[in-house]
């Protein structure tokens, strides 16, 4: 069973990429579990994919980096001995810190054969975010094996530039991609090279 | 490091919309739209510096579903689905995630957001959470 997580933060599109990578996997037969998690008590995005055909585990209540790193770690336990599937695509909250989900799932007893950390930039607000949660930018790329730069429609070159340098500057070297999950720019390539299908 | 989930508020409702038998799905989502830019026409007064994000799901069941979210204050709702015919009720889901704003201010925002056409009639099982 390999890990797929989504992280970015609110609002940055990661419902929208997961239902695009869901249907990706499912297209080429693969086995899916999708783990939705929100810090409040009523979903959304559960109800948004229910409707669009991809069924949810549902981690409410509290955010799978701290609060609910237990509960993540027994619902994959759960899946593996129940489903049984290739992947597990895991959309984290929009005020989770990916590095410390990262962390608690490498230490966890689901046996995970990769963890695969897609991250995404809301290009948009990038530097509002970056201005208010500088630290959560760095996590979100530090903590990324892709970091994925998205609704580029909605910027020019030169915004694309000022975020590619902010990466840079971080200085881990992560892959970036740039994308649109919302028209599915570039979401075959970041599933390529994300699940390697 | 700690995750920033202090600085924010979080609210969610659940209304049962009953429509009027002349309103169909256009005029739904039209209704919908406005729901999102009254939010956002309040937390323009009232928020904080930043919107987590505002964002809303609408089932009529086999009549369709639509759902719209913004994150920006320059934001213009684009709805993704489709509500066909006319649909009778929609169950609607409305979750709002600011930071930086009181929750009491934003709980009197999104009841004041309902557009009147839609009859709201409140079905949630939360009135709204800080986290």
Same mark, same amino acid.
């Given at each position: 069973?390999?890990?797929?997580?989504?992280?970015?933060?609110?609002?940055?599109?990661?419902?929208?990429?997961?239902?695009?990578?869901?249907?990706?996997?499912?297209?080429?037969?693969?086995?899916?579990?999708?783990?939705?998690?929100?810090?409040?008590?009523?979903?959304?995005?559960?109800?948004?994919?229910?409707?669009?055909?991809?069924?949810?585990?549902?981690?409410?209540?509290?955010?799978?980096?701290?609060?609910?790193?237990?509960?993540?770690?027994?619902?994959?336990?759960?899946?593996?001995?129940?489903?049984?599937?290739?992947?597990?695509?895991?959309?984290?909250?929009?005020?989770?810190?990916?590095?410390?989900?990262?962390?608690?799932?490498?230490?966890?007893?689901?046996?995970?054969?990769?963890?695969?950390?897609?991250?995404?930039?809301?290009?948009?607000?990038?530097?509002?975010?970056?201005?208010?949660?500088?630290?959560?930018?760095?996590?979100?790329?530090?903590?990324?094996?892709?970091?994925?730069?998205?609704?580029?429609?909605?910027?020019?070159?030169?915004?694309?530039?000022?975020?590619?340098?902010?990466?840079?500057?971080?200085?881990?070297?992560?892959?970036?991609?740039?994308?649109?999950?919302?028209?599915?720019?570039?979401?075959?390539?970041?599933?390529?090279?994300?699940?390697?299908? | 490091?700690?995750?920033?989930?202090?600085?924010?508020?979080?609210?969610?409702? &659940?209304?049962?919309? !009953?429509?009027?038998?002349?309103?169909?799905?256009? +005029?739904?989502?039209? @209704? #919908?739209?406005?729901? $999102?830019?009254?939010?956002?026409?309040?937390?323009?007064?009232?928020?904080?510096?930043?919107?987590?994000?505002?964002?809303?799901?609408?089932?009529?069941?086999?009549?369709?579903?639509?759902?719209?979210?913004?994150? &920006?204050?320059?934001? !213009?709702?684009?709805?993704?689905?489709?509500?066909? +015919?006319?649909?009778? @009720? #929609?169950?609607?889901? $409305?979750?709002?995630?600011?930071?930086?704003?009181?929750?009491?201010?934003?709980?009197?925002?999104?009841?004041?957001?309902?557009?009147?056409?839609?009859?709201?009639?409140?079905?949630?099982?939360?009135?709204?959470? &800080?986290?």
């Amino acid at each position: 069973m390999k890990l797929l997580v989504i992280g970015g933060f609110l609002g940055s599109g990661k419902t929208t990429l997961l239902l695009r990578i869901a249907r990706q996997l499912v297209a080429r037969s693969l086995k899916i579990a999708v783990i939705e998690n929100e810090i409040g008590t009523v979903g959304l995005d559960n109800q948004y994919l229910a409707l669009e055909g991809i069924p949810v585990q549902e981690l409410y209540g509290g955010c799978v980096c701290c609060t609910l790193t237990g509960s993540l770690q027994a619902m994959l336990q759960r899946i593996e001995s129940s489903l049984a599937p290739d992947w597990v695509l895991v959309e984290p909250s929009g005020v989770a810190t990916p590095g410390d989900l990262v962390a608690s799932l490498r230490s966890g007893a689901a046996t995970l054969e990769a963890i695969t950390v897609i991250n995404l930039l809301d290009a948009p607000r990038f530097e509002a975010l970056a201005t208010v949660l500088e630290p959560m930018i760095e996590d979100y790329v530090t903590s990324a094996d892709i970091v994925a730069i998205n609704k580029i429609d909605e910027v020019d070159e030169a915004a694309i530039v000022r975020i590619r340098q902010v990466i840079e500057r971080i200085g881990v070297g992560r892959p970036v991609l740039e994308l649109c999950a919302e028209s599915g720019l570039n979401v075959d390539e970041l599933t390529r090279r994300a699940v390697g299908v | 490091m700690t995750a920033p989930h202090g600085r924010f508020v979080a609210y969610t409702g &659940r209304w049962r919309i !009953v429509l009027a038998s002349t309103s169909d799905g256009d +005029g739904a989502i039209a @209704a #919908l739209r406005s729901l $999102l830019v009254n939010v956002l026409a309040g937390l323009t007064d009232a928020g904080g510096p930043l919107i987590g994000h505002i964002k809303l799901l609408a089932d009529a069941g086999a009549a369709g579903h639509v759902a719209m979210s913004v994150t &920006r204050y320059d934001e !213009v709702p684009r709805p993704k689905g489709e509500l066909r +015919g006319v649909p009778r @009720a #929609l169950d609607l889901t $409305l979750a709002v995630i600011v930071m930086d704003t009181r929750h009491d201010d934003l709980a009197r925002i999104v009841e004041n957001a309902l557009p009147k056409e839609l009859n709201p009639e409140w079905v949630g099982d939360t009135t709204g959470e &800080r986290q």
